[in-house]
């Protein structure tokens, strides 16, 4: 088994990982493209072959920060990445090993966000865990397995006069106006709008926006990505001021509907923390929690470090209007791999 920086075509890595069971809209060529244009930050792509055949692939991205350092991670900014490596396990190990070596030359920590455990010499934190929801074949049939109490905001929503469309990029512009003040109001540096086009663009039809509004104004919008049966959703926000009306289950059934309508299997509403109440409303829709396996070298969490490093500037961040949040905080946002 040989491990080497990947230079052969993008279709051939994307075909890799679109027909391995543990291939995930993360573990995608376009990554290199969004992080490089979006950021400036570059990406390796290590892939494991076997007599010219690949066996496995592991995408890192180099994320440089004056506040939190140098980090390599599998994949920053989002909740999964790690070894792609279908059914040839005997690749996983030497694709850890070499991320580690490459870590050690470059004087960076590394971070693999893993879906699933994996047999390597690396500590492993398992802080968060994702949440599953099986979308089955009928919007009808995924309507009555939802509790009452989601089925009921939803119905509110609908009184209040709330309408939800999905739509491509045409809508980015509505989908961040309403992301980026919530993250403000969150006290979180958002995302710049460059990063968004440049998912949009490289993923294409694997990319959707959603919709809510209330009155012909945006009031929920969310970012979510389509990838081998899964919907993912990364980046979904409502305003604040409308959460009365019940805007986020809305946001979140219309979603359903779209799985269902297309032939996708299973939604991912994203990580939490298992005590959280992020985590609680997910499983209120009868999601099922699934253990990330996050890898750390060297040893020790560095997202709970990170945490700490950050949680001074929360307070401060919310008092700051829109527009210089938004200004700021995609500066700030590009070093945090959280």
Not at 306 to 330: D, E, F, I, M
Request: include cysteine; hydrophobic fraction near 45%; charge should be positive.
């Amino acid at each position: 088994m040989r491990v080497a920086e990947w230079n052969g075509p993008a279709a051939e890595w994307d075909a890799f990982v679109g027909a391995a069971a543990d291939g995930t809209v993360m573990h995608l060529h376009g990554w290199r493209r969004i992080h490089q244009h979006a950021y400036g930050h570059p990406t390796f792509l290590l892939a494991a072959t076997e007599d010219g055949a690949l066996r496995g692939v592991l995408p890192l991205t180099l994320v440089r920060s004056r506040l939190l350092g140098a980090s390599l991670v599998s994949m920053p900014f989002m909740d999964y990445g790690g070894p792609c490596v279908g059914g040839f396990r005997e690749a996983e190990l030497p694709l850890v090993l070499a991320a580690r070596d490459l870590a050690l030359r470059m004087s960076t920590t590394l971070t693999l966000r893993c879906a699933r455990e994996i047999a390597a010499p690396l500590p492993a934190s398992r802080e968060k865990a994702t949440l599953y929801l099986d979308l089955g074949r009928s919007e009808e049939a995924l309507w009555k397995r939802l509790p009452s109490e989601r089925r009921n905001r939803v119905r509110k929503a609908q009184k209040h006069g709330l309408t939800a469309s999905i739509h491509g990029a045409e809508a980015l512009a509505e989908f961040f106006t309403v992301f980026a003040t919530n993250m403000r109001d969150l006290g979180s540096p958002v995302h710049s709008l460059a990063f968004f086009r440049a998912v949009m663009s490289e993923l294409g039809e694997q990319t959707r926006i959603v919709v809510v509004r209330g009155g012909g104004e945006p009031i929920g919008a969310g970012l979510f990505l389509v990838h081998g049966g899964m919907i993912s959703m990364p980046w979904v926000s409502s305003l604040r001021r409308a959460f009365d009306k019940c805007p986020n289950p809305f946001l979140y059934w219309e979603v359903m509907r779209f799985g269902v309508a297309t032939g996708q299997r299973v939604m991912d509403f994203g990580r939490s923390s298992r005590d959280s109440g992020g985590f609680e409303a997910k499983r209120q829709w009868g999601a099922q929690p699934v253990q990330l396996h996050w890898l750390h070298w060297p040893e020790g969490s560095l997202e709970a470090q990170n945490a700490k490093r950050l949680s001074w500037g929360t307070a401060w961040w919310r008092r700051l209007p829109v527009p210089v949040a938004n200004a700021v905080g995609p500066w700030l946002r590009r070093g945090i791999p959280n």
